[in-house]
């Protein structure tokens, strides 16, 4: 055709988008692109902990794909990872320190030595005046464990503070709480295989489809065609995959399994030899359990009775059977009892220990496990008590520090340190990695603290949180990617997460901020002995000595990378997991991999002094607000997608992972009750709480049931109407249940 | 480094440092400005990632390889068969990875994915819709494009995009009925999914299909001819357009509810207004009313206005050169005939392209060069004939794609009194002999294109489509804009009734300019109003 003649099949254009082989056993990658190395780092977002296979051109990380020969993800990733490089690059990133000005209120930026020396006297002065509970910090789950551990070690033990909490508070409290009453240590008794190895899988409150889609990965993996029993309010993705969703009533999940519990004992399912060598509590929880009737049970979860009796039936002996939950149940004001429900389920049942067993939480942040190990907030430095002598003896040893600069009680919680900022007692904060402004639950509680405070301090990636842009001091921290350290994922794996990348300016990863302010506040002895975060790794790894997650087996981070993680515990003269497959068959050897995975418990013993682990129980109570005339539905939130983390800090700023996330915030709710309150579906709708009102656009859909709501987590305006209810043992809130009331929106519907 | 007193701020009891005062911090001083230049530059030294192995040194066959490898054809096509995505719905777990994955491996702009997951809400499931180009067998895109910049591979079948080819006019994105080919505004190009057809030929799988933890993508081999026999064969899912207009090759498997419909069907979003093309459409249709009707004026043996000619010939200059205002490589612009065996497009160009020379010659006044009057006769009629093929064509633009509320008769009927009644006003303006005819004939062509256009506002009585959406659009956010067009139509019609009534001129001059503003506005709410074609989306 004479057209052809003037047609251009290449040119510029054309060229941007070639695509040439990567070598390295890539395959094609954007021809721009094409690396001269790669390495493997671990993901930074969640727990599920995937590897990550960095490509780097000569100036560092240019591109990444999810690692082929890793353990977790098996060559796949989600949005999140794909896109964690992008999020580096943006012009929100802090690159200096800014301070605030106090006759202008506005931020200026100052040197590092400034803000340092600024920071470190205004701690002392207040330590010295107001005494070592004066001041508190916030940190996170977001951050390496040595960094955690410098933190935890610098703020208790060298500037002599008491309180210090993390935002893990939010999300596995109760689970470590759980755990830890339950087998005398926080310590997740499963490996990932057991996905893949169920016969029956049941999930409480947990959304793996959106929230940990590289697990459901694994599940998808199982071939002996399990039942997957989903206990949710919402019609979730993962209740839609389910072979059964039980939608129960918000809240009604505790009397619920009690009501599983009392059958399955009534049944004679109990592993009576198992229960009598290796449980304590027995006969005090069935008495109890008697006294929860199925009728009790199915009116409060507004569920069929063949919903009851599935859940039942699913826990017949001969089949392997998990349970897994995440923060449906750990966000409740009932959540430890929830949590350890299920614990009782397994135990009774013989479900631990074994392949495709085990009552397991699956952790929401990349690093809460090494936040709950090491961070020195709840507990003293490896899994340890501050009430007990002989850790603080042991703890004074190892690290080479008085016995006396160990503090004996131990910290607040998180909602007392706020409550202790309210009244006054608390006067200053340092905020590390975490965002409170948006996070904390019920009416706007931060920013009433924030107005109290003396001296708020946020050490962040960006100046741009709702939390830093509140702050006096800003310090601009490197983010995942341009720093080292260890993090540990669910299933106890400790993986390396490497500085591929520079960080923007004069960003400085956390572990050189809290060893500098170590130095600014005289306690360079200290800082001294973790020069680098794999020295710090040393430390904790002497920390672990003799305990439960013992991991003196690790030679160093090399080790580490080399064998695509290593599981604790893995003491001493362990053999390591495998080698990590060379270039020739990495995938095929993906394959023999299977099956490196540990879990504990196999025979029989628990960390308890006794070696039994502990059937707890307590009888079921109302939630703190339940709907009422006035505001008669209630409002549960979550996660709203699977490209969305948190508080939108790091996921916003990838433009293709906004593309995939809702363009504004939405309330799904029913159908009935869209139409009873004449709402039209797409509408905007008045949402109100009695702490607050936010507009949203209405989605009616029938995953929600007649009387909830639903509300993604990823907008501020959303706890403003959360109700500010906690679990006794563990002090997690409960932002699964408040009351509300939905009306037509301010604006005429179009 | 000596000991130096440090500045330091002190904070006071309001939370805001105190002006700044020199605090001796001892000998920590000297020590931490001599730390934190090292922690800066250690912070930015990225050799410590060689104390690691790494992996793959040698690898020439990609470490993925076995986990796509059963996602794939054993071979390529056969003649007669072609590539295509084949997907799993009840395997998709909506993760998106799909999506992210598609915009980092194909090296594409920040925002950029040629791949888009939606939803479809049944009654009691829902599905996770991913969906790319679907590489159809008669591909709309191709069929529309006017610079002939889509290419369907014999062998594979696959639909590429010449990126260089592309002048940037969108067209295909209104030609193709599922939103395939994506508007590249920083390029001033569409770009598209191509397969990965440089990864398929290596024998490598798609990004798409490489990245799906749940292995809900694959590449199939299906026959063409099966599926112009069976279109149904191909994409169907409920709330798109269906397949027998393009053929599209995508297989959607396991649909649990085929009653369920796109998350985002009753989501009110109004498209570009596409201000170049709206003053393109009104001033050429102008041109063209003026231009036949002053011929009109003259056969009936009124006075001749002579600067009617001049006049249609400056709106039909400023409509074409404010119209490539809208392309995204203008200088491509030459290109555009080369697609007129299929493309309306294409023929619109060249009917309004070769209109302009007889224009040109028809309209130069004898004053200024003496053109024999024969030449300027038959210039006269291949000028009228051009410039109503011309409108004739950009009606057919519209009404050739998929889109509903364009594709029907209206969007004809009004091009058609658009250019009867801007004509009319015009020559009524011009206060020659007439003047009260071409006033009613004006208000004539106006009230029956209003009863158009407001019939498009009217609530519908089925409950859902595409002009159920155009209407809600037009009562709801297009709301303002609707009215503001009514006001300046009514303006333009009292005015141009009171030039008829009174026979002042004046009137008429007054009614051209609302009946402008008016015609701007309705043609911007043509395209801002129209619901576009694509696959399900989400919320």
């Given at each position: 055709?004479?057209?052809?003649?003037?047609?251009?099949?290449?040119?510029?254009?054309?060229?941007?988008?070639?695509?040439?082989?990567?070598?390295?056993?890539?395959?094609?990658?954007?021809?721009?692109?094409?690396?001269?190395?790669?390495?493997?780092?671990?993901?930074?977002?969640?727990?599920?902990?995937?590897?990550?296979?960095?490509?780097?051109?000569?100036?560092?990380?240019?591109?990444?794909?999810?690692?082929?020969?890793?353990?977790?993800?098996?060559?796949?990733?989600?949005?999140?990872?794909?896109?964690?490089?992008?999020?580096?690059?943006?012009?929100?990133?802090?690159?200096?320190?800014?301070?605030?000005?106090?006759?202008?209120?506005?931020?200026?930026?100052?040197?590092?030595?400034?803000?340092?020396?600024?920071?470190?006297?205004?701690?002392?002065?207040?330590?010295?005046?107001?005494?070592?509970?004066?001041?508190?910090?916030?940190?996170?789950?977001?951050?390496?464990?040595?960094?955690?551990?410098?933190?935890?070690?610098?703020?208790?033990?060298?500037?002599?503070?008491?309180?210090?909490?993390?935002?893990?508070?939010?999300?596995?409290?109760?689970?470590?709480?759980?755990?830890?009453?339950?087998?005398?240590?926080?310590?997740?008794?499963?490996?990932?295989?057991?996905?893949?190895?169920?016969?029956?899988?049941?999930?409480?409150?947990?959304?793996?489809?959106?929230?940990?889609?590289?697990?459901?990965?694994?599940?998808?993996?199982?071939?002996?065609?399990?039942?997957?029993?989903?206990?949710?309010?919402?019609?979730?993705?993962?209740?839609?995959?389910?072979?059964?969703?039980?939608?129960?009533?918000?809240?009604?999940?505790?009397?619920?399994?009690?009501?599983?519990?009392?059958?399955?004992?009534?049944?004679?399912?109990?592993?009576?030899?198992?229960?009598?060598?290796?449980?304590?509590?027995?006969?005090?929880?069935?008495?109890?359990?008697?006294?929860?009737?199925?009728?009790?049970?199915?009116?409060?979860?507004?569920?069929?009775?063949?919903?009851?009796?599935?859940?039942?039936?699913?826990?017949?002996?001969?089949?392997?059977?998990?349970?897994?939950?995440?923060?449906?149940?750990?966000?409740?004001?009932?959540?430890?009892?929830?949590?350890?429900?299920?614990?009782?389920?397994?135990?009774?049942?013989?479900?631990?220990?074994?392949?495709?067993?085990?009552?397991?939480?699956?952790?929401?942040?990349?690093?809460?496990?090494?936040?709950?190990?090491?961070?020195?907030?709840?507990?003293?430095?490896?899994g340890r008590d501050f009430a007990n002598p002989a850790h603080r003896q042991e703890?004074?040893?190892?690290?080479?520090?008085?016995?006396?600069?160990?503090?004996?009680?131990?910290?607040?919680?998180?909602?007392?340190?706020?409550?202790?900022?309210?009244?006054?007692?608390?006067?200053?904060?340092?905020?590390?990695?975490?965002?409170?402004?948006?996070?904390?639950?019920?009416s706007d509680t931060f920013r009433k603290v924030r107005e109290k405070l003396d001296?708020?301090?946020?050490?962040?990636?960006?100046?741009?949180?709702?939390?830093?842009?509140?702050?006096?001091?800003?310090?601009?921290?490197?983010?995942?990617?341009?720093?080292?350290?260890?993090?540990?994922?669910?299933?106890?794996?400790?993986?390396?997460?490497?500085?591929?990348?520079?960080?923007?300016?004069?960003?400085?990863?956390?572990?050189?901020?809290?060893?500098?302010?170590?130095?600014?506040?005289?306690?360079?002895?200290?800082?001294?002995?973790?020069?680098?975060?794999?020295?710090?790794?040393?430390?904790?790894?002497?920390?672990?000595?003799?305990?439960?997650?013992?991991?003196?087996?690790?030679?160093?981070?090399?080790?580490?990378?080399?064998?695509?993680?290593?599981?604790?515990?893995?003491?001493?003269?362990?053999?390591?997991?495998?080698?990590?497959?060379?270039?020739?068959?990495?995938?095929?050897?993906?394959?023999?991999?299977?099956?490196?995975?540990?879990?504990?418990?196999?025979?029989?013993?628990?960390?308890?002094?006794?070696?039994?682990?502990?059937?707890?129980?307590?009888?079921?109570?109302?939630?703190?607000?339940?709907?009422?005339?006035?505001?008669?539905?209630?409002?549960?939130?979550?996660?709203?997608?699977?490209?969305?983390?948190?508080?939108?800090?790091?996921?916003?700023?990838?433009?293709?992972?906004?593309?995939?996330?809702?363009?504004?915030?939405?309330?799904?709710?029913?159908?009935?009750?869209?139409?009873?309150?004449?709402?039209?579906?797409?509408?905007?709708?008045?949402?109100?709480?009695?702490?607050?009102?936010?507009?949203?656009?209405?989605?009616?859909?029938?995953?929600?049931?007649?009387?909830?709501?639903?509300?993604?987590?990823?907008?501020?305006?959303?706890?403003?109407?959360?109700?500010?209810?906690?679990?006794?043992?563990?002090?997690?809130?409960?932002?699964?249940?408040?009351?509300?009331?939905?009306?037509?929106?301010?604006?005429?519907?179009? | 480094?000596?000991?130096?007193?440090?500045?330091?701020?002190?904070?006071?009891?309001?939370?805001?440092?105190?002006?700044?005062?020199?605090?001796?911090?001892?000998?920590?001083?000297?020590?931490?400005?001599?730390?934190?230049?090292?922690?800066?530059?250690?912070?930015?030294?990225?050799?410590?990632?060689?104390?690691?192995?790494?992996?793959?040194?040698?690898?020439?066959?990609?470490?993925?390889?076995?986990?796509?490898?059963?996602?794939?054809?054993?071979?390529?096509?056969?003649?007669?068969?072609?590539?295509?995505?084949?997907?799993?719905?009840?395997?998709?777990?909506?993760?998106?990875?799909?999506?992210?994955?598609?915009?980092?491996?194909?090296?594409?702009?920040?925002?950029?994915?040629?791949?888009?997951?939606?939803?479809?809400?049944?009654?009691?499931?829902?599905?996770?819709?991913?969906?790319?180009?679907?590489?159809?067998?008669?591909?709309?895109?191709?069929?529309?494009?006017?610079?002939?910049?889509?290419?369907?591979?014999?062998?594979?079948?696959?639909?590429?995009?010449?990126?260089?080819?592309?002048?940037?006019?969108?067209?295909?994105?209104?030609?193709?009925?599922?939103?395939?080919?994506?508007?590249?505004?920083?390029?001033?190009?569409?770009?598209?999914?191509?397969?990965?057809?440089?990864?398929?030929?290596?024998?490598?799988?798609?990004?798409?299909?490489?990245?799906?933890?749940?292995?809900?993508?694959?590449?199939?081999?299906?026959?063409?001819?099966?599926?112009?026999?069976?279109?149904?064969?191909?994409?169907?899912l409920p709330g798109i357009v269906p397949p027998e207009r393009t053929l599209p090759?995508?297989?959607?498997?396991?649909?649990?509810?085929?009653?369920?419909?796109?998350?985002?069907?009753?989501?009110?979003?109004?498209?570009?207004?596409?201000?170049?093309?709206?003053?393109?459409?009104?001033?050429?249709?102008?041109?063209?009313?003026?231009?036949?009707?002053?011929?009109?004026?003259?056969?009936?043996?009124?006075?001749?206005?002579?600067?009617?000619?001049?006049?249609?010939?400056?709106?039909?200059?400023?409509?074409?050169?404010?119209?490539?205002?809208?392309?995204?490589?203008?200088?491509?612009?030459?290109?555009?005939?080369?697609?007129?065996?299929?493309?309306?497009?294409?023929?619109?160009?060249?009917?309004?392209?070769?209109?302009?020379?007889?224009?040109?010659?028809?309209?130069?006044?004898?004053?200024?060069?003496?053109?024999?009057?024969?030449?300027?006769?038959?210039?006269?009629?291949?000028?009228?004939?051009?410039?109503?093929?011309?409108?004739?064509?950009?009606?057919?633009?519209?009404?050739?794609?998929?889109?509903?509320?364009?594709?029907?008769?209206?969007?004809?009927?009004?091009?058609?009194?658009?250019?009867?009644?801007?004509?009319?006003?015009?020559?009524?303006?011009?206060?020659?002999?007439?003047?009260?005819?071409?006033?009613?004939?004006?208000?004539?062509?106006?009230?029956?294109?209003?009863?158009?256009?407001?019939?498009?506002?009217?609530?519908?009585?089925?409950?859902?489509?595409?002009?159920?959406?155009?209407?809600?659009?037009?009562?709801?956010?297009?709301?303002?804009?609707?009215?503001?067009?009514?006001?300046?139509?009514?303006?333009?019609?009292?005015?141009?009734?009171?030039?008829?009534?009174?026979?002042?001129?004046?009137?008429?001059?007054?009614?051209?300019?609302?009946?402008?503003?008016?015609?701007?506005?309705?043609?911007?709410?043509?395209?801002?109003?129209?619901?576009?074609?694509?696959?399900?989306?989400?919320?």
């Amino acid at each position: 055709m004479i057209e052809n003649f003037f047609r251009s099949f290449d040119g510029p254009l054309t060229r941007r988008l070639a695509r040439a082989p990567g070598g390295l056993g890539l395959g094609q990658v954007p021809s721009d692109l094409v690396p001269v190395s790669t390495t493997t780092t671990v993901c930074g977002y969640c727990s599920t902990g995937c590897g990550l296979n960095v490509h780097l051109g000569r100036e560092g990380a240019i591109d990444l794909t999810p690692d082929p020969a890793y353990p977790v993800n098996l060559g796949v990733a989600c949005p999140k990872g794909w896109e964690a490089l992008s999020v580096l690059d943006s012009p929100d990133r802090g690159t200096v320190p800014l301070l605030r000005d106090r006759r202008t209120g506005e931020r200026r930026e100052i040197g590092w030595a400034q803000a340092l020396g600024t920071m470190a006297r205004a701690f002392a002065d207040l330590k010295s005046v107001h005494g070592p509970e004066s001041a508190a910090f916030l940190s996170t789950g977001q951050i390496p464990t040595e960094e955690m551990f410098l933190l935890g070690a610098l703020w208790k033990f060298g500037l002599g503070f008491v309180h210090a909490d993390s935002n893990t508070r939010q999300c596995m409290a109760t689970a470590h709480v759980a755990y830890k009453q339950s087998f005398g240590y926080d310590a997740p008794p499963f490996c990932y295989e057991d996905f893949e190895e169920s016969d029956v899988l049941v999930f409480v409150g947990a959304n793996p489809c959106i929230a940990h889609p590289i697990l459901w990965e694994r599940v998808m993996r199982n071939r002996r065609s399990p039942e997957i029993l989903v206990l949710d309010p919402r019609r979730t993705e993962t209740a839609q995959s389910a072979t059964r969703h039980v939608r129960i009533a918000p809240k009604s999940d505790l009397v619920l399994l009690y009501a599983v519990l009392r059958n399955v004992i009534e049944r004679g399912w109990v592993d009576r030899a198992f229960v009598e060598a290796s449980t304590s509590g027995f006969d005090g929880l069935r008495g109890f359990v008697a006294t929860i009737s199925d009728e009790s049970a199915l009116s409060q979860a507004k569920i069929p009775a063949e919903d009851l009796e599935a859940l039942v039936q699913a826990f017949r002996p001969g089949r392997r059977v998990s349970c897994w939950w995440t923060m449906g149940v750990n966000q409740s004001h009932e959540a430890v009892r929830t949590a350890q429900a299920l614990v009782d389920l397994c135990l009774v049942t013989g479900n631990i220990g074994k392949p495709g067993t085990g009552p397991n939480s699956i952790t929401g942040q990349m690093n809460a496990m090494g936040s709950r190990l090491y961070s020195n907030t709840s507990g003293l430095v490896g899994g340890r008590d501050f009430a007990n002598p002989a850790h603080r003896q042991e703890v004074s040893e190892i690290m080479g520090i008085p016995e006396s600069s160990i503090p004996v009680a131990p910290s607040l919680a998180y909602d007392q340190i706020l409550d202790a900022a309210l009244e006054g007692r608390i006067k200053a904060l340092w905020v590390v990695a975490t965002n409170p402004e948006h996070t904390w639950i019920g009416s706007d509680t931060f920013r009433k603290v924030r107005e109290k405070l003396d001296f708020l301090v946020v050490q962040d990636m960006y100046h741009s949180t709702e939390t830093a842009e509140v702050a006096d001091l800003y310090l601009p921290a490197a983010g995942w990617g341009e720093k080292e350290g260890t993090q540990i994922n669910s299933e106890r794996r400790i993986g390396v997460s490497k500085r591929v990348k520079r960080p923007p300016g004069q960003a400085l990863p956390d572990f050189e901020i809290f060893r500098l302010l170590g130095v600014a506040s005289g306690c360079g002895d200290l800082v001294e002995r973790m020069s680098s975060p794999e020295q710090a790794f040393h430390l904790m790894r002497e920390l672990s000595r003799g305990r439960p997650h013992d991991f003196t087996g690790i030679r160093d981070y090399a080790q580490i990378d080399a064998s695509g993680g290593i599981q604790w515990p893995f003491p001493e003269g362990s053999i390591t997991d495998g080698i990590r497959p060379g270039a020739q068959n990495a995938a095929g050897s993906r394959e023999s991999r299977q099956g490196s995975g540990r879990r504990l418990f196999e025979d029989g013993r628990f960390f308890t002094p006794d070696g039994k682990a502990r059937l707890l129980y307590d009888p079921p109570r109302p939630p703190g607000e339940s709907p009422d005339a006035l505001y008669d539905l209630v409002l549960t939130t979550g996660r709203g997608s699977s490209s969305q983390w948190h508080t939108g800090t790091r996921t916003e700023k990838s433009a293709i992972l906004q593309a995939m996330s809702p363009r504004e915030l939405f309330l799904e709710m029913n159908p009935d009750d869209a139409a009873s309150r004449g709402l039209e579906p797409g509408s905007m709708v008045e949402v109100a709480s009695r702490r607050g009102s936010l507009t949203a656009r209405l989605v009616s859909t029938p995953n929600m049931a007649e009387g909830v709501v639903f509300l993604p987590m990823h907008d501020r305006r959303v706890n403003v109407l959360t109700f500010p209810s906690f679990d006794p043992h563990s002090r997690e809130p409960s932002y699964k249940h408040a009351a509300v009331k939905v009306g037509k929106g301010p604006t005429k519907d179009p | 480094m000596p000991t130096m007193p440090l500045e330091t701020e002190s904070v006071g009891a309001s939370g805001i440092a105190s002006p700044r005062r020199k605090a001796d911090l001892g000998a920590f001083a000297a020590d931490l400005e001599d730390q934190i230049a090292r922690s800066i530059e250690s912070a930015a030294d990225l050799t410590a990632v060689e104390r690691f192995s790494r992996w793959h040194e040698h690898g020439t066959v990609p470490a993925h390889e076995p986990f796509y490898r059963d996602l794939m054809p054993a071979s390529a096509p056969a003649p007669g068969f072609q590539y295509a995505f084949e997907v799993d719905l009840d395997k998709c777990s909506s993760c998106k990875a799909c999506v992210a994955a598609c915009h980092s491996q194909n090296g594409l702009d920040p925002a950029e994915s040629w791949r888009t997951v939606g939803t479809l809400v049944g009654k009691e499931s829902r599905a996770t819709v991913t969906s790319s180009c679907h590489h159809c067998v008669e591909p709309g895109c191709a069929s529309g494009c006017p610079t002939l910049a889509y290419e369907k591979d014999d062998l594979t079948g696959i639909v590429k995009h010449l990126d260089d080819q592309c002048m940037g006019c969108q067209y295909c994105t209104w030609t193709c009925p599922y939103d395939a080919p994506k508007w590249n505004e920083s390029l001033g190009i569409v770009r598209k999914c191509d397969m990965c057809h440089g990864r398929l030929a290596a024998g490598e799988a798609p990004a798409c299909v490489q990245s799906c933890p749940s292995r809900a993508i694959r590449i199939v081999v299906v026959d063409k001819d099966a599926l112009k026999a069976d279109p149904n064969a191909g994409t169907r899912l409920p709330g798109i357009v269906p397949p027998e207009r393009t053929l599209p090759t995508t297989a959607y498997l396991n649909l649990e509810d085929p009653a369920s419909s796109p998350a985002d069907r009753d989501v009110l979003r109004p498209e570009h207004a596409h201000a170049p093309l709206a003053v393109l459409l009104v001033l050429t249709q102008w041109a063209a009313g003026i231009w036949i009707l002053e011929i009109l004026r003259r056969a009936v043996g009124w006075q001749p206005w002579e600067w009617a000619r001049p006049c249609a010939g400056a709106l039909l200059l400023a409509g074409l050169g404010i119209g490539t205002l809208h392309l995204g490589r203008p200088l491509k612009a030459w290109k555009a005939f080369l697609g007129w065996r299929r493309s309306w497009f294409s023929r619109e160009v060249l009917a309004m392209g070769t209109a302009v020379p007889f224009v040109a010659v028809a309209s130069v006044p004898v004053a200024i060069a003496p053109i024999p009057e024969s030449v300027a006769t038959v210039a006269n009629g291949l000028a009228a004939a051009f410039l109503l093929a011309g409108v004739g064509c950009s009606a057919m633009l519209y009404m050739a794609t998929p889109r509903p509320a364009w594709a029907r008769a209206a969007t004809a009927w009004r091009f058609g009194l658009t250019t009867l009644g801007g004509g009319a006003v015009v020559l009524g303006a011009s206060g020659m002999q007439g003047l009260r005819w071409m006033g009613v004939a004006s208000i004539v062509a106006g009230v029956a294109k209003a009863i158009l256009v407001l019939s498009d506002r009217r609530p519908r009585s089925e409950p859902t489509g595409a002009l159920v959406l155009q209407a809600r659009l037009l009562r709801g956010p297009l709301a303002s804009q609707a009215r503001a067009q009514a006001v300046l139509f009514v303006f333009a019609v009292a005015a141009a009734a009171l030039g008829s009534w009174t026979g002042v001129a004046a009137w008429l001059v007054v009614a051209l300019v609302f009946r402008m503003a008016s015609d701007l506005v309705e043609r911007t709410l043509f395209f801002r109003s129209c619901p576009s074609t694509r696959m399900p989306g989400g919320v």
